[in-house]
Nanobody, 122 residues
Framework: QVQLVESGGGLVQAGGSLRLSCLASLRTFSVYGMGWFRQAPGKAREFVASVPGDGSMQDYADSVKGRFTISRDKFKNTVHLQMNNLKPEDTAVYYC???????????????WGQGTQVTVSS
């Protein structure tokens, strides 16, 4: 059974940084595309970033380009989201996602974590 467990959320002031982590219980972690999504109160869940199994590229939402960095550690079955220069509008529950097809990560990932809260104060 696939499990994705996020950690690293918390409260931070605007301009600060946080690093989210997602531990994946995937036997073949390196073949899965991984991604991060977020959902703010009263809003739909939205794509944030994704990375393919081989880590050869990264895809970002325009709203986080230049501030967030997604990376993966194949030895620890973990994907990270480094978030810098955080803004109050980044406040949301952040979810880890996985899909066998990288093309599906952004639109229809097959697996989801439970989420971790990120709150950015102004």
């Amino acid at each position: 059974q696939v499990q994705l467990v996020e950690s690293g959320g918390g409260l931070v002031q605007a301009g600060g940084s946080l690093r989210l982590s997602c531990l994946a219980s995937l036997r073949t972690f390196s073949v899965y595309g991984m991604g991060w999504f977020r959902q703010a109160p009263g809003k739909a869940r939205e794509f944030v970033a994704s990375v393919p199994g081989d880590g050869s590229m990264q895809d970002y939402a325009d709203s986080v380009k230049g501030r967030f960095t997604i990376s993966r550690d194949k030895f620890k079955n973990t994907v990270h989201l480094q978030m810098n220069n955080l803004k109050p509008e980044d406040t949301a529950v952040y979810y880890c996602a996985a899909s066998l097809r990288f093309e599906d990560v952004r639109t229809a990932p097959g697996y989801w974590g439970q989420g971790t809260q990120v709150t950015v104060s102004s």
